[in-house]
């Protein structure tokens, strides 16, 4: 599907990281932008330097509120031709260790809410004749990351998710798109370094824009996935194939067993 500027387009986790860089991009390419994050301030400076972006408070756990702002953009900006989920949060440690509640608030924000998101955009684009939709996903989703065990499984989540959607609303003219980025240079990933400094060591991460390239070429060409980033698409082909040998060596190249 090609895009037309002046189409409106969501994009959440719009406040900061990948999510405010996608939501830059689309203005200035002449698409109406409505950004949501929970994170009021943050969006404040988004529309300052973007005046063209409307800001959507939200939460995106809560599927009430959701579907209030899915229906308010329509409203304010127009029907909705793409969805750009990129809202997330994250927290490393050994599994076992950590709290099951916080592994499971983990779930609720990253599985949770790109399932309240979904739900509340396929009737609206089907309606339409169709839509995009862009769901972040990750490598460590793909290839099990010791310290890494919560985030991988809701990210797990999220890549099946997209494919059944795919599956189930094709003939509706949705098109999905899964994009699973290694490492990306965040004020998330920033956080992750001071708490978790032994995950990812002195390694840089990819920037928002490289993972948006990947993206808008992915768009462009019709493609389910998109894997950002030299090497990535090698290490989720190995999973597939070799997925044991490709286990021990990220266990010995990252906690030394």
């Not at 609720?108 to 089907?126: F, N, Q, S």
């Not at 309606?127 to 990210?155: C, E, R």
Request: aromatic fraction near 4%.
């Amino acid at each position: 599907m090609a895009s037309v500027p002046g189409e409106v387009a969501i994009v959440t986790g719009a406040a900061g990281g990948i999510g405010r860089a996608a939501a830059l991009r689309l203005a200035r390419a002449g698409w109406a932008v409505a950004a949501v994050d929970v994170d009021a301030a943050g969006l404040d400076a988004l529309s300052q330097e973007a005046p063209a972006v409307r800001p959507f408070v939200c939460d995106v756990t809560d599927p009430a509120a959701v579907a209030a702002v899915v229906r308010a953009v329509a409203r304010e900006l127009g029907p909705l031709r793409r969805l750009v989920h990129c809202a997330a949060v994250a927290s490393m440690g050994r599994l076992l260790d950590e709290d099951p509640a916080d592994t499971l608030r983990l779930m609720d924000v990253v599985y949770g809410g790109t399932l309240h998101m979904v739900r509340a955009v396929v009737p609206a684009m089907a309606a339409q004749g169709g839509g995009q939709i862009v769901l972040f996903g990750s490598i460590g989703g793909w290839v099990p990351v010791p310290l890494g065990g919560g985030y991988g499984a809701a990210k797990a989540a999220v890549h099946f998710l997209a494919e059944i959607v795919a599956a189930e609303h094709r003939a509706e003219g949705i098109r999905v798109l899964c994009v699973c980025p290694p490492a990306v240079e965040t004020p998330m990933l920033s956080r992750i370094r001071r708490e978790t400094p032994e995950l990812l060591g002195p390694r840089r991460g990819l920037s928002p824009e490289k993972v948006l390239d990947s993206m808008d070429r992915a768009l462009a060409r019709g493609r389910a996935w998109s894997f950002p980033g030299r090497g990535t698409r090698a290490l989720w082909t190995a999973r597939r194939l070799a997925p044991r040998a490709l286990s021990g060596l990220i266990g010995r190249v990252l906690v030394g067993k």
